[in-house]
């Protein structure tokens, strides 16, 4: 999973632009986003057909407010640059409730 300390609207663009992407909102001061770590490979590889970035939320604070993004860990997904889902709130979230979610958009 590539990491991005500071996202912008550009780099947004660029990365969302083609194909199945999913952005997960997180903070390394945030427990619950923490919680995710050893699992996010797991999915990763369960959805290979999936690009994945770990956005530094506190890094993109403007960007994560335009986005309506509140709480974190939050996961947002784009298909061929533009969003067709999120799992947005403060709740920590299991391996099974984000699969699930990702499971949800096909």
């Given at each position: 999973?590539?990491?991005?300390?500071?996202?912008?609207?550009?780099?947004?663009?660029?990365?969302?632009?083609?194909?199945?992407?999913?952005?997960?909102?997180?903070?390394?001061?945030?427990?619950?986003?923490?919680?995710?770590?050893?699992?996010?490979?797991?999915?990763?590889?369960?959805f290979?057909?999936?690009?994945?970035?770990?956005?530094?939320?506190?890094?993109?604070?403007d960007?994560?407010?335009?986005?309506?993004?509140?709480?974190?860990?939050?996961?947002?997904?784009?298909?061929?640059?533009?969003?067709?889902?999120?799992?947005?709130?403060?709740?920590?979230?299991?391996?099974?409730?984000?699969?699930?979610?990702?499971?949800?958009?096909?």
């Amino acid at each position: 999973m590539e990491q991005i300390k500071k996202l912008e609207q550009a780099k947004l663009t660029e990365i969302t632009k083609s194909g199945r992407v999913v952005l997960e909102f997180s903070a390394d001061w945030c427990p619950d986003c923490r919680f995710l770590d050893p699992f996010l490979p797991e999915i990763e590889q369960d959805f290979s057909n999936i690009k994945f970035y770990q956005i530094d939320r506190d890094g993109s604070i403007d960007l994560a407010k335009e986005l309506n993004i509140m709480g974190i860990p939050s996961f947002v997904v784009y298909q061929d640059g533009k969003e067709i889902g999120r799992l947005v709130n403060k709740d920590r979230k299991t391996k099974e409730e984000v699969e699930n979610f990702l499971r949800s958009l096909d």
